[in-house]
């Protein structure tokens, strides 16, 4: 069964710092795997994805992550934190046989000034 | 394309009554999915539709849900006799159809703004 594991609820940096937000994943196949952005009482933003073509991937705003079979991680990075970036992450996993998506518990990004 | 859009976006009621909520996903997309996301936590899971055909229900989508999409298009998720612990927001998403032949775009699912029931 697919499952996703975000480790660290809330994560706190200071504006111009590196942002590294943890994901590792769990799948009886090769996986299709999803960060998403999610602002107070909006819906969810795809910011990237993994599709097997490439292992480093790149998203909007800055962010990229990097899939580690070996390692079952896809951690979403980020060189620089802006303000703007303070919102609450979720990594996710979908089986390229399967249909859903599954979502990790969150991790809450805080910019400090 | 206007996105997936969900109706209403807010919703107040008493405990024991009834809501309905609407998700119109983007067009030409043939699977749609609900989910229920309380504070805190990930979105979760609760039902399944490619066109027409619920396809996947979770176990926590007991009795007093239930859900359609008539004709494939928008699609209403109902729960009866609300309780308080029914109260989170509820996520529709959309998603295209997936080529075959090891074409693996279009694997992504287009959420909606969300209708946060408040049971009371």
């Known amino acids: 069964a697919q499952s996703v594991t975000q480790l660290g609820s809330h994560v706190s940096v200071s504006e111009g710092a590196l942002v590294l937000l943890r994901c590792n994943y769990s799948s009886s196949v090769p996986p299709y795997l999803f960060w998403y952005v999610q602002y107070p009482n909006q819906g969810l933003q795809l910011l990237l994805k993994?599709?097997?073509?490439?292992?480093l991937v790149k998203g909007i705003n800055g962010f990229e992550a990097e899939f580690k079979k070996s390692e079952t991680s896809f951690h979403l990075t980020k060189p620089s934190a802006h303000m703007s970036d303070a919102a609450e992450y979720f990594c996710a996993v979908r089986e390229s046989s399967a249909s859903k998506i599954i979502f990790g518990s969150g991790t809450r990004l805080s910019i400090r000034p | 394309d206007t996105g997936v859009s969900q109706n209403p976006r807010h919703k107040i009621t008493k405990r024991g009554q009834n809501v309905t909520f609407r998700c119109d996903p983007i067009s030409e997309h043939n699977r749609l999915y609900w989910y229920r996301q309380t504070l805190g936590q990930g979105p979760e899971f609760l039902t399944y539709?490619?066109?027409?055909?619920?396809?996947?229900k979770s176990r926590l989508l007991s009795d007093r849900f239930s859900a359609e999409r008539p004709k494939g298009s928008f699609s209403t998720l109902e729960i009866q006799r609300t309780e308080q612990g029914d109260s989170a927001m509820y996520l529709c998403?959309?998603?295209?159809?997936?080529?075959?032949?090891?074409?693996?775009?279009?694997?992504?699912?287009?959420f909606g703004q969300g209708t946060r029931l408040t049971v009371v």
């Open positions: 993994y599709t097997s073509a490439a292992t």
């Open positions: 998403a959309s998603s295209p159809r997936i080529l075959r032949q090891g074409f693996r775009e279009g694997t992504e699912a287009f």
């Open positions: 539709f490619q066109n027409e055909a619920q396809l996947e």
